[in-house]
């Protein structure tokens, strides 16, 4: 897999190959980080989460990694497969103060045959 | 499993109608949230509510009103409809304990003519 920002929208890449999506979040007290999946005509997924004690999480097939220094977040998935081919974005928020969350606008991931 | 239920999935409407779009969540949660989600803006919000009766505007408030009468409804109101409101709209819901993902229905794409 190939890392993109969100300034490309788009990555593609090939079934059974790992992929890399990355997040640039901007405000530095958020300290909850989730990445979300949305496939076509559907609502946003819930995929994986981190707090900001943690720099690393892992779940099936994925992980997620934060960098706070850079307040820089990504999330790999290992082994793509076609039903991975979606939009994810990040969001992110804290937990005092507002209850708001704060979308990244996506990266569709094509996984090609 | 969690549910977050928006009552339509596409509406038509005309330039001028009010226009109610309605969510329901099954799981008790204290916030609730209205987004509008637009190729290469992400989502964006227009208002948000974490009590009954209790609401405060988002980033894109104007056009829009809510209403949240009880904890499970939370219901979006466009006074006046306008073509620039042509868009897919997102519910969330999550708990008020901060640090906590938000759960999407479906989205109702709207589309005004």
């Known amino acids: 897999g190939e890392n993109v920002g969100l300034h490309l929208p788009t990555l593609s890449v090939q079934e059974g190959d790992n992929s890399i999506i990355n997040c640039a979040y901007s405000?530095?007290?958020?300290?909850?980080f989730i990445w979300y999946k949305q496939e076509s005509g559907k609502g946003p997924q819930f995929i994986i989460d981190?707090?900001?004690?943690?720099d690393k999480r892992q779940g099936q097939r994925v992980t997620v990694l934060l960098n706070k220094t850079v307040k820089h977040l990504s999330l790999q998935i290992a082994a793509t497969q076609p039903g991975d081919s979606a939009v994810y974005f990040c969001?992110?928020?804290?937990?005092?103060?507002?209850?708001?969350?704060?979308f990244g606008t996506g990266t569709r991931l094509k996984v090609l045959a | 499993d969690v549910k977050v239920t928006q009552s339509s999935r596409y509406l038509v409407k005309r330039t001028g109608e009010k226009v109610f779009l309605e969510c329901v969540q099954d799981?008790?949660?204290?916030?609730m949230f209205w987004y509008r989600q637009d190729p290469g803006l992400g989502l964006r919000l227009i208002y948000f509510?974490?009590?009954?009766?209790?609401?405060e505007k988002g980033d894109i408030p104007e056009g829009y009103s809510v209403s949240r009468e009880k904890k499970e409804r939370f219901s979006l109101i466009l006074e006046s409809a306008s073509t620039n409101q042509t868009s897919m709209y997102l519910c969330?819901?999550?708990?008020?304990?901060?640090?906590?993902?938000?759960?999407f229905g479906q989205g109702t794409r709207l589309t005004v003519v």
């Open positions: 969330a819901s999550s708990s008020g304990q901060g640090r906590a993902e938000a759960f």
């Open positions: 981190i707090r900001s004690n943690m």
């Open positions: 405000n530095s007290a958020s300290d909850y």
């Open positions: 509510s974490y009590d009954v009766k209790m609401k």
């Open positions: 799981m008790d949660h204290e916030n």
């Open positions: 969001a992110e928020n804290m937990s005092s103060g507002t209850y708001k969350y704060i």
